[in-house]
């Protein structure tokens, strides 16, 4: 039973999963839990990307702002804008996602 246990969660196992990728797909279901992870070099680029223009965006609005408030306002479009741009190459890059505990067993 141990040795069951240790081939689900070894490294070895998860990138066999990470490599099954005939459809190309930029991201994938994670294995255990709900979301995706990056398993192409497009998946991860993007990831970066969009990350340090999330801060970027952030760094930018804050030194002009004199409040929290006006933060927040100033950041409210960009924001809204980049997570639905996010969404929207996850919808066209990943697969359809549903809760995982560990690899499906065919």
């Given at each position: 039973m141990k040795k069951e246990k240790l081939k689900v969660y070894s490294?070895?196992?998860?990138?066999?999963?990470?490599?099954?990728?005939?459809?190309?797909?930029?991201?994938?279901?994670?294995?255990y839990g709900w979301g995706w992870i990056p398993v192409r070099w497009q998946g991860w680029a993007f990831l970066w990307i969009w990350i340090i223009l999330f801060v970027l965006f952030f760094l930018k609005i804050d030194n002009k702002s004199h409040s929290v408030s006006d933060t927040i306002i100033g950041l409210i479009l960009p924001y809204i804008f980049m997570i639905l741009l996010l969404l929207l190459i996850f919808y066209g890059t990943c697969e359809k996602p549903k809760w995982n505990w560990g690899r499906v067993k065919n």
């Open positions: 490294w070895r196992n998860y990138t066999e999963y990470i490599r099954d990728n005939p459809q190309n797909l930029w991201f994938k279901q994670r294995l």
